[in-house]
């Protein structure tokens, strides 16, 4: 079975700076997808970013970058220029596309961290 | 607006009683994944239909049931309600086929129990 673990269950910086959240996982598949959801306050999931990891290429999208690192089965993100917007749980999350059993994409959590940005 | 709809967003409700989440998936998924996080919790997996038929199981009680209609809509039964069951739980949905876009969320429905 999959896990996935943040071993950071909380985090605070300051506003403008840069942050990263770990994530490790653990798996015997080769071919699967990584994602950061964020949570904020009003406790909806948002889709922060996503990597497939066949690719090599790390993914990026505006502030929000990844590193992700196969052999390591490592996934952190980083949060540049941090905005006060940016407080919120953040989880990590792996998702295995069964190809053989279609429709069956179970994406599995970790337990979070909570990330405060500080004025 | 994430195009997956969960009515209603708060529910209260006493011990023992039995309650109905509905969730309506964004337009074309055909999958539904049902979660529960209790308070400061991660999101643990309940259930997951596709196309109305039941396709993995997770962490769900005997008391808890779910469903899948030939709309698409799904609902999640809770009976014989515990103070433990107070939670947000979450539907989202997926447009399957192995393209790993992760999940649409809802806004997730609050239950309190008394």
């Known amino acids: 079975a999959q896990t996935v673990t943040q071993s950071q269950p909380e985090m605070s910086v300051q506003e403008a700076e840069t942050v990263t959240l770990s994530c490790t996982y653990d798996t015997s598949e080769n071919n699967y997808y990584l994602f950061w959801y964020k949570q904020p306050p009003s406790r909806q999931m948002i889709l922060v970013i996503r990597q497939e990891a066949y690719k090599q290429q790390n993914a990026t999208e505006n502030r929000f970058s990844v590193n992700f690192q196969k052999a390591a089965k490592s996934f952190s993100l980083k949060i540049s220029d941090s905005q006060l917007g940016d407080t919120a749980m953040y989880f990590c999350?792996?998702?295995?596309?069964?190809?053989?059993?279609?429709?069956?994409?179970?994406?599995?959590f970790g337990t979070g961290t909570r990330l405060t940005i500080i004025p | 607006d994430s195009g997956v709809t969960q009515t209603p967003k708060h529910l209260i409700t006493a011990t023992g009683q039995r309650v109905t989440l509905r969730c309506s998936p964004r337009?074309?998924?055909?999958?539904v994944y049902w979660y529960q996080q209790s308070l400061d919790q991660g999101l643990q997996f309940l259930i997951q239909?596709?196309?109305?038929?039941?396709?993995a199981k997770g962490n769900i009680l005997e008391r808890f049931s779910a469903q899948q209609f030939p709309d698409l809509h799904s609902e999640l039964n809770l009976s014989s309600l515990e103070l433990g069951d107070s939670a947000l739980y979450f539907c989202?949905?997926?447009?399957?086929?192995?393209?790993?876009?992760?999940?649409?969320f809802g806004s997730g429905t609050r239950l309190t129990v008394v």
């Open positions: 239909y596709y196309n109305g038929e039941e396709r």
């Open positions: 989202a949905s997926t447009h399957t086929g192995g393209t790993g876009l992760g999940y649409t």
């Open positions: 999350a792996f998702m295995t596309p069964y190809i053989s059993n279609f429709g069956n994409e179970k994406l599995t």
């Open positions: 337009s074309g998924d055909l999958s």
